[in-house]
């Protein structure tokens, strides 16, 4: 239960910081909303604060590597 506690208050001391070095007059209700909706959006944080209006940036492009491209160095199990 003490960790609860403790993970609350720092999360309550981060948001306050944002708060402060925002030049926007934030209340932390509207601050704490708007980051739980741009909470999985990629974008920079202080950049974000002075500028919530505009639209998130297109994320970095994700590139999934291949599996049988992979060497892990194992034989295979199953012989053709």
């Not at 030049?23 to 202080?46: P, Q």
């Not at 998130?56 to 049988?68: C, G, K, S």
Request: proline letters at 9%; aromatic letters at 16%; a neutral charge.
């Amino acid at each position: 239960m003490h960790i609860q506690i403790w993970t609350a208050l720092i999360a309550i001391l981060l948001i306050k910081y944002l708060q402060f070095k925002s030049k926007c007059g934030w209340h932390l209700s509207n601050l704490v909303a708007l980051l739980r909706l741009n909470l999985f959006t990629y974008r920079d944080l202080w950049v974000w604060i002075e500028r919530h209006y505009e639209t998130p940036p297109f994320p970095p492009p994700f590139v999934q590597a291949e599996f049988w491209e992979l060497d892990l160095g194992q034989q295979n199990p199953c012989p053709s």
